[in-house]
């Protein structure tokens, strides 16, 4: 009902009275009341009037299950889609929908995480309205070694979509971090449940600080594209732009089984190559020189003893020698 309400009061060019909608609709003032109330707390700026009852001003920033299908053009990316307000983290939603048989291409999407997560135990600062806090569900039929090939993608795609959007000159920090100028502005977070030979469902997690004005003390690395790119961004446009890019590639990378659809893509907008690089792991540091991406998205370095070998996301970090790229 609450979007029976909003597509009629989306067809009005004046204000409408609140008896207007109810008879027109068939509910009560108050159950009118209530869905304009809802309505506003998602975003939408609806002036109401005693005399003359409602009007929608605006549909400034909303990024609920409505208004994201609306503008979508994918076949099965987002032709599921659950929104939530508030959320402890949307990949244990997504995770949840997964194991209870969600389809493939379902996207859960929220407006604020209370527990929004990192790899590794660590946190994401999602705070309310600001950035696009979204986990989308796949089921490939491949081996869990090939999952990381798919987080590689979304970093791509999710970079390029960036730069679509807002013109930005984003890049990719390896695996999966982008970065503008330096600071990370999204990072990506990919669960899986599988058999030793076979995956069951993956949870991409993918957060971005779109409008975010300041970051807790102790981010220092964080940047957002508003703080970048001196406007406000459209979380919405972002978020189309990335589903539509990321569809068209996964289903380019099912067909061919292989990474080298997108690997030459990916090495270009990576910043990490040609560069003196620290790995972190919670044992130790070292440094080395990164030199090339493998066919599986394994990062090809040469150690400081001069020998080459290749390493994993998950169970390291990386970081530029002088910064933090
Ligand atoms: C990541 O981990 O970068 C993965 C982040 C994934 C977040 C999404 S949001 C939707 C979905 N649902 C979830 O619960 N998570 C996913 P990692 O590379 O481990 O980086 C984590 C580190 O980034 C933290 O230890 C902080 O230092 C820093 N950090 C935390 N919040 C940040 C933010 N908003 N922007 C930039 N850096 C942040």
């Not at 209530?34 to 707390?41: D, N």
């Not at 997560?117 to 696009?132: A, E, F, M, N, Q």
């Not at 400081?304 to 996301?313: A, L, M, R, V, Y």
Request: net charge neutral; hydrophobic share 35%; charged share 25%.
């Amino acid at each position: 009902m609450k979007d029976k309400v909003l597509a009629f009061l989306k067809e009005q060019k004046d204000y409408i009275s609140g008896e207007a909608i109810s008879s027109r609709l068939g509910v009560t003032r108050a159950g009118i009341w209530k869905h304009i109330k809802k309505l506003k707390s998602e975003g939408y700026y609806i002036e109401s009037s005693t005399k003359k009852g409602y009007r929608l001003m605006d549909t400034p920033d909303v990024i609920t299950e409505t208004e994201v299908a609306s503008i979508l053009n994918t076949d099965f990316l987002g032709r599921h889609i659950y929104y939530a307000e508030e959320i402890d983290s949307t990949n244990e939603k997504a995770k949840m929908l997964a194991r209870n048989g969600a389809e493939e291409g379902t996207v859960v999407i929220a407006d604020k995480q209370t527990m929004g997560k990192g790899r590794l135990g660590k946190y994401w600062d999602s705070p309310k309205g600001t950035g696009i806090w979204m986990s989308v569900i796949l089921r490939p039929s491949i081996v869990p070694g090939e999952a990381s090939q798919l987080t590689l993608l979304a970093g791509l795609n999710m970079c390029e979509a960036i730069q679509r959007v807002t013109g930005l000159e984003s890049k990719i920090k390896w695996p999966n971090d982008i970065v503008i100028a330096g600071k990370k502005v999204c990072g990506i977070l990919t669960e899986m449940s599988a058999e030793m030979d076979q995956v069951n469902s993956i949870v991409l997690g993918i957060g971005v600080n779109v409008n975010t004005k300041s970051f807790p003390k102790d981010l220092t690395h964080a940047t957002s594209l508003s703080l970048e790119g001196g406007r406000v961004y459209t979380r919405r446009y972002l978020i189309k732009e990335f589903l539509q890019l990321f569809e068209a590639d996964y289903i380019r990378y099912k067909q061919e089984k292989s990474s080298s659809t997108f690997l030459e893509r990916y090495k270009k907008n990576c910043v990490t190559l040609g560069q003196d690089i620290k790995i972190i792991t919670t044992e130790a540091e070292h440094t080395a020189y990164a030199m090339d991406i493998a066919p599986d998205g394994s990062l090809v370095i040469k150690d400081d003893k001069g020998e080459c070998k290749n390493i994993f996301s998950g169970e390291v970090s990386v970081r530029g020698v002088y910064d933090y790229i």
